[in-house]
């Protein structure tokens, strides 16, 4: 029998030596695509557990719920629930792993959750949120999808139409997850550097006593 491969650390550090501080475009002309070749840092995984108090759309006094989550180009939804306004969701069918990558971190900008009602030809929008990447944990505690520490958060539905009145929040937990090929992640350090990416004044400015080119934060490769 084939020895199993050995399991490979990701060092951050690494991989910024070989990334730019501010990416510009791509050849591909999608902005949203990944350096030829990248691999991602970390997962980011969402996973939608319930609503509560949502708009009731239809006649029968309900609405049928489903939540569809986007980060930058990736977009995925949960199944559709049936004559609720507070649905709750298998997590086997709503939890969904968003690549995260260096290159892209400047454009990450928010995980962007929008409830609508589905119609037998239509849909209803019923409210959204949008988590940016500084609330992604609470205090910029990074956790583990798993950590008994990571937990449930609620937020309230808003309104980006003026003919919908949102009402009701959604329910949700944000973690990360290390790619298959990783191990030994330092999740707080990942957050840090994804975060101070995303301002270009900090980019620009290395810490004192380091090189600008270098960063401790991510996983070594081995």
Request: aromatic share 8%; charged share 20%.
């Amino acid at each position: 029998m084939a020895p199993a491969p050995k399991k490979k650390a990701l060092k951050i550090g690494r991989a910024l030596k070989r990334l730019p501080a501010r990416v510009g475009g791509r050849g591909n002309g999608n902005a949203f695509s990944p350096l030829p070749g990248e691999h991602p840092v970390v997962f980011l995984r969402v996973q939608v557990l319930s609503c509560t108090n949502l708009l009731a759309k239809d006649r029968n006094g309900y609405s049928d719920p489903f939540v569809v989550v986007s980060l930058l180009a990736n977009r995925q939804q949960t199944p559709v629930a049936k004559r609720t306004v507070n649905p709750a969701f298998n997590p086997k069918d709503a939890t969904f792993d968003f690549p995260i990558y260096l290159s892209l971190a400047d454009k990450l900008g928010v995980v962007e959750l929008v409830v609508w009602d589905k119609d037998v030809l239509k849909k209803d929008y019923l409210g959204e949120v949008s988590i940016p990447l500084e609330d992604w944990f609470r205090d910029g505690n990074a956790f583990p999808f798993d950590d008994v520490n990571n937990k449930m958060i609620s937020r309230n539905l808003v309104s980006t139409r003026n003919s919908t009145h949102a009402t009701g929040s959604i329910q949700l937990k944000l973690g990360f997850v290390a790619p298959s090929n990783t191990t030994s992640m330092d999740y707080g350090d990942i957050y840090s550097e994804l975060v101070k990416r995303t301002r270009p004044s900090l980019v620009s400015a290395p810490p004192v006593g380091s090189s600008p080119l270098t960063c401790p934060c991510v996983p070594r490769l081995v």
